[in-house]
């Protein structure tokens, strides 16, 4: 097809900064240089005229040496209907983890650090969740008599809780407080949880996470980062299994009971829902007074493991369906146990790659894919929540800041795709995909109040695809592109055309395309390795909410000790139906 009535904004853009990618050889920053809107259409043009592996380049230049005739793109339906009804999206479901000691760092350059929570927030859909843990919480101590002139400690001064709670303030973000498992004691945590709320404005914790991944504890690897510090190796749990976590997590909500009894806790933080299930179970099956959120962890790969494992990050394995619907797969189960209990499930911990993540993976554009077709696979799959986790300096980052500005990564731009997704109300709804098997098409469909309706269509495959979509819409349909130069590409990515700024803000005209309405639906030609946010406005909503689910809005975090007023049911249907040739799939 061709494209129709391409829209470019009259406006000039504001706040552009300078657009050069920091930390950058000197042939990448001529070339980031250029206005994203040529980049933009150099990238779609290579996506839809070389149709075999993609290549290993990061420039126009080499982009547009390597065009060649490409057969017509391959053609797939995708049907948007009311079959299985509409089911509500939590408030509040994409947040950010950091670690205590990258806090300060994020918090130093914090106009930067703004922009992106501005970046990935929904307005109207309840502030940003930010968790505060991670592997340093097993390291960080307050008001203790351990000495942190250990290297392995980290110790929150004053100055730390000033930070937090000007970053809170300033961008009315929600917090949740990862504790001090291994190394902490409740005492310490109890200690710890009532200089939390005296730095903290007033509601901004809703939530203190006992342990982080208590599951994949090592007496071996903790004595030895112990034992150059004042603290006694035999202090140190021996082991940690689902039953001594009980009995912990008792401990740790007794104490926190008499500091904070309205704050909510979070457990048991494992880093395998899937393998470790029993954890999960046991920690529900037993005295949890206080608990008011499952909370897991998942990574599908791992940047730790040796080549041979299949484990072992890839552009391919991170863009296949293991990586996506193979994660809510694993969460499922720890959802549905959290249901049957009358509580949400939250993941604290996400990304694609776990040890930091891997260069030439984590940080190319086969993230800006993964991001948002993972996080509808976790909503259907039942999850309330995910939080993406950054540290200051890893390869998996999406973002840093610094004195150059803000450096915005591929993984940013999937993140803000998703955001732009959703919106007030926003109600994620039942799309039917038919398609040959070759090819790797995902499609996501949302509803808002008012009649209008974004389908994401994601090709994480090597074809471009020419995708029939059936709306029951008469009028336009306008379509935002996140495109890049390659799957593999570190920089050069746009969004409807715009790129992020050193400074945060988007850069370039903002560019669009109309779509009118055909015999068949709308015509959308999605290029290999990209996305396509495809908005249109029917005369109403297209479906009511399920009966699976209860009417209202999602209870992000109970009180302590009382059920949450109302939870989707996580057990939503999903039809495969595989072939020789083709596949049918159904998606809510």
Request: glycine share 10%.
């Amino acid at each position: 097809m061709s494209f129709r009535n391409v829209q470019t904004s009259d406006e000039p853009a504001r706040d552009d900064g300078d657009r050069r990618p920091r930390f950058m050889g000197p042939g990448r920053a001529r070339m980031a240089r250029r206005v994203p809107l040529v980049i933009a259409a150099i990238a779609l043009a290579a996506t839809l005229f070389y149709p075999g592996p993609v290549p290993d380049h990061d420039s126009v230049t080499k982009a547009v040496a390597r065009v060649q005739p490409a057969p017509p793109p391959r053609p797939a339906t995708v049907t948007v209907s009311a079959a299985a009804g509409a089911l509500s999206v939590p408030r509040s479901f994409l947040g950010l983890s950091v670690e205590y000691w990258g806090l300060p760092h994020f918090a130093q350059y914090g106009a930067q650090f703004d922009r992106v929570l501005s970046l990935i927030h929904v307005p109207g859909e309840g502030p940003v969740i930010l968790r505060v843990g991670g592997d340093s919480a097993d390291r960080t101590f307050w008001a203790t008599d351990v000495r942190r002139s250990s290297r392995w400690a980290y110790d929150l001064t004053p100055s730390w809780w000033q930070a937090l709670g000007t970053l809170v303030r300033r961008t009315g973000a929600r917090v949740i407080v990862d504790l001090n498992l291994v190394t902490g004691s409740p005492y310490m945590a109890a200690q710890w949880a009532r200089k939390a709320e005296a730095a903290l404005p007033r509601g901004s914790i809703i939530g203190f996470e006992v342990g982080n991944e208590p599951d994949i504890y090592s007496n071996r690897y903790w004595s030895k980062a112990v034992s150059s510090g004042t603290l006694r190796t035999d202090l140190v749990p021996l082991k940690l299994s689902s039953i001594s976590y009980l009995d912990e997590f008792e401990a740790y909500a007794s104490a926190l009971s008499q500091v904070a009894p309205n704050v909510p806790l979070l457990g048991p933080a494992v880093a395998n829902p899937s393998r470790n299930l029993s954890w999960v179970a046991t920690l529900l099956g037993g005295p949890h007074a206080g608990l008011g959120v499952v909370s897991v962890h998942r990574y599908p790969y791992s940047g730790c493991v040796h080549k041979s494992s299949s484990g072992f990050p890839t552009i391919a394995r991170v863009l296949s369906e293991k990586a996506s619907a193979g994660v809510a797969s694993a969460v499922a189960p720890a959802a549905r146990l959290a249901f049957a209990a009358g509580l949400p499930l939250r993941l604290t911990e996400l990304n694609s790659i776990t040890c930091g993540g891997k260069a030439g993976v984590s940080d190319t554009f086969a993230t800006s894919l993964w991001a948002p077709d993972t996080l509808f696979e976790l909503m259907r799959a039942g999850a309330e929540g995910a939080n993406i986790h950054v540290r200051a300096d890893a390869v998996n980052a999406a973002f840093y800041v610094g004195e150059g500005g803000l450096r915005a990564q591929p993984l940013l731009y999937g993140l803000a795709l998703f955001a732009r997704t959703l919106g007030p109300g926003a109600q994620l709804i039942h799309a039917y995909e038919h398609a040959s098997a070759s090819l790797h098409l995902k499609a996501w469909a949302v509803q808002l109040p008012g009649g209008l309706v974004h389908v994401l269509l994601i090709d994480k495959g090597p074809y471009a695809v020419r995708v029939d979509l059936s709306v029951p819409a008469t009028g336009p349909a306008t379509v935002q592109r996140l495109l890049a130069p390659s799957v593999r590409s570190r920089w050069g990515e746009t969004l409807a055309g715009q790129q992020i700024a050193s400074n945060g803000r988007w850069a370039g005209h903002r560019t669009t395309e109309v779509v009118a309405r055909s015999r068949r639906g709308y015509e959308i030609l999605v290029p290999r390795y990209s996305a396509a946010l495809v908005s249109v406005r029917t005369q109403g909503a297209i479906a009511a909410p399920s009966q699976s689910a209860p009417h209202g809005r999602t209870v992000l975090v109970g009180v302590r000790g009382r059920r949450p007023a109302a939870h989707r049911a996580p057990t939503l249907g999903r039809r495969v139906v595989t072939g020789p040739r083709n596949r049918s799939r159904t998606r809510l």
